[in-house]
């Protein structure tokens, strides 16, 4: 975060630079005064050594850091310690110098399915809201755009991206630890924003969409990956109490419905490029997460429907214009 602060009056913020300094400040304030996990978690990250990667790749499934030579037996044993004291590991896959971190997610899925259909990141400012250990700013990072920012409030996953970055020194990726909500208004700012498995955590998803409308430069995209009803009538599925037992969902818009958000939030040129069923290859329980995953969140006599009786999770990537 410090390195934000150094880089990013040449990345072209201009009338941002105030805002997002002070946001910035007050972000290294909170993480230097509070207790708890950011603190137990900065420490992990602060003990791990200091070792120049060499080798880095950003291109394959997994994103790969360094070679597992270049630690010595006991290293390698508290690194490991280290990683997984950061659990859960939702997003990956992860290889830091020979340790494979097999994260929940298969997140290159994700990926696969949405890069064909990415404008051209060069020189490009992208924001990636809710980015969680940065798995997708490393893979856009490839791309060279100007910037990649990612915005994740959860100290396990914006640690995990510190860890990650610590090696990986990328010089045009960034993260802060805040939610989308403390952004300042950015009108007219990004080239591209990400607003992936988001919405449907909101109470106001179209407000939410307005917003990052704003932010986008005129002709900037977003791309939306949604939890979404297979069907085009128009309908919303708002769960009773809880979700796949997640607690925290509120709309998941069939695919007109979702077409309709991104309509009367201003967008055009609404694509809908893939919709996914998710799959226990994409979404398992691994050693890196304690809790549990996509089988524990179906019905076992019909995994066609979650265990309070909704249709099970699939996904759809949209492109859309502002
Ligand atoms: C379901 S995960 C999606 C992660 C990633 N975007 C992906 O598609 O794989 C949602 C992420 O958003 C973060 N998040 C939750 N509320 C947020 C908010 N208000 N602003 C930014 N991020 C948020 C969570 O901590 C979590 O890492």
New binding site residues.
């Given amino acids: 975060m410090e390195q934000f602060l150094e880089n990013y009056g040449h990345l072209g913020w201009g009338q941002w630079y105030d805002t997002l300094e002070k946001l910035v400040k007050d972000k290294r304030a909170f993480l230097d005064s509070t207790g708890g996990n950011f603190e137990k978690f900065k420490y992990v990250v602060e003990s791990l050594p200091e070792i120049c990667p060499g080798t880095v790749d950003l291109s394959s499934k997994a994103v790969s850091i360094g070679k597992a030579d270049q630690l010595l037996p006991d290293e390698k044993e508290r690194f490991y310690n280290g990683l997984i004291n950061l659990s859960p590991w939702?997003?990956g896959p992860f290889d830091f110098f020979g340790i494979h971190v097999d994260s929940e997610?298969q997140?290159w899925m994700?990926w696969e399915r949405l890069v064909p259909h990415l404008p051209n990141l060069k020189n490009r400012k992208i924001l990636?809201?809710?980015?969680?250990n940065g798995?997708?700013l490393f893979k856009m990072a490839a791309s060279d755009p100007m910037f990649a920012l990612g915005?994740?409030?959860?100290s396990a996953?914006y640690y995990q991206y510190c860890v990650a970055q610590k090696y990986l020194n990328l010089e045009n990726v960034f993260c802060l630890p805040?939610?989308?909500?403390e952004l300042p208004s950015m009108n007219r700012f990004f080239d591209l924003v990400?607003c992936?498995?988001?919405l449907y955590?909101r109470k106001a998803p179209v407000k939410m969409l307005r917003q990052i409308h704003d932010s986008l430069v005129p002709g900037g995209q977003v791309v939306v990956?949604n939890l979404v009803i297979k069907g085009e009538n128009n309908h919303c599925l708002f769960p009773f109490d809880r979700y796949a037992k997640m607690r925290n969902v509120f709309f998941i818009p069939d695919l007109s419905a979702m077409e309709a958000w991104l309509t009367r939030a201003g967008f055009s040129n609404i694509r809908c490029v893939d919709i996914t069923d998710t799959t226990h290859e994409e979404q398992r329980k691994t050693p890196w997460i304690q809790t549990e995953s996509l089988k524990d969140f179906l019905d076992p006599s019909d995994p066609s429907k979650t265990v309070e009786g909704y249709p099970a999770p699939v996904r759809a990537i949209y492109i859309a214009t502002a």
Avoid: C, T, V
């Fill in positions: 939702r997003k997610w997140s994700k990636d809201i809710g980015s969680s798995y997708y915005l994740e409030p959860q996953f805040a939610a989308y909500n990400l992936m498995g988001i955590h990956e």
